[in-house]
């Protein structure tokens, strides 16, 4: 092989080395990302679980005390009927949470947790191939961290999904920025998985126009 060329096929394998490199450390870090969003979820939802009321211990006390009140032979009508009427009344005004609601309240709770993943998220250079929330949300908290701001200016209208919205527009803006981060998370993991945000050096989250077959080419 001649002495010219040896040099040149050399050169040639490290530039694939090392762009087979940056692609597999980009898919793991992004890989990381959903299963790291899963176990937040797992780990919030079992402490949700943990702390709400115990639903059929509160349908039996209900239930019990509806029956002594009927068992009561000393009430009037008239009485008994009041209290069963204070007793469905004080049911029906729990207000109750959902599940999902508590779930995001955990982890808002968890401060700084969202934010050191997203600082390395940050380094890394997303594309998108047209207007994208995902990308305004980044540009938004790469400003904020170099500014080192501790709340969501209130006049933010990113819209990453309807389930964040209340704790973003929140009165406190602290907490609106930790929802914001954590919404930002959420729609980024989506917006990866279906190609609308990707990383040019990687194999597994390319563009969607990467992904499909145009039908000139079929």
């Known amino acids: 092989m001649s002495h010219r060329i040896r040099p040149a096929i050399r050169r040639l394998e490290a530039a694939f080395f090392i762009c087979y490199a940056l692609c597999s450390v980009t898919d793991q870090l992004l890989s990381t990302l959903g299963d790291w969003i899963r176990k937040a979820i797992r780990t919030a939802n079992d402490r949700v679980a943990a702390s709400r009321p115990d639903r059929k211990a509160q349908l039996r006390d209900f239930a019990t005390a509806v ?31 959902s599940r999902t609601s508590l779930m995001r309240t955990q982890l808002v709770s968890k401060r700084r ?6 600082a390395k998220l940050l380094d890394l250079p997303f594309q998108a191939q047209a207007a994208h929330p995902v990308m305004d949300a980044l540009v938004l908290l790469g400003k904020l961290y170099a500014n080192k701001a501790v709340g969501l200016p209130p006049d933010t209208g990113i819209p990453l999904g309807r389930a964040w919205q209340r704790m973003i527009a929140g009165e406190n803006r602290g907490d609106a920025l930790i929802a914001f981060e954590w919404a ?23 563009s969607l126009g990467m992904l499909l077959i145009h039908s000139n080419n079929s």
């Open 184 to 206: 930002t998370l959420f729609a980024l993991r989506v917006a990866l998985r279906n190609g609308s945000v990707y990383v040019e050096h990687s194999f597994s989250f390319r």
């Open 113 to 118: 947790v969202a934010r050191a993943l997203l």
């Open 67 to 97: 029956k002594t009140l009927a068992g009561n032979k000393d009430l009037t009508r008239d009485a008994l009927v009041k209290q069963l009427c204070e007793l469905a009344d004080a049911a029906l005004e729990q207000d109750v949470p």
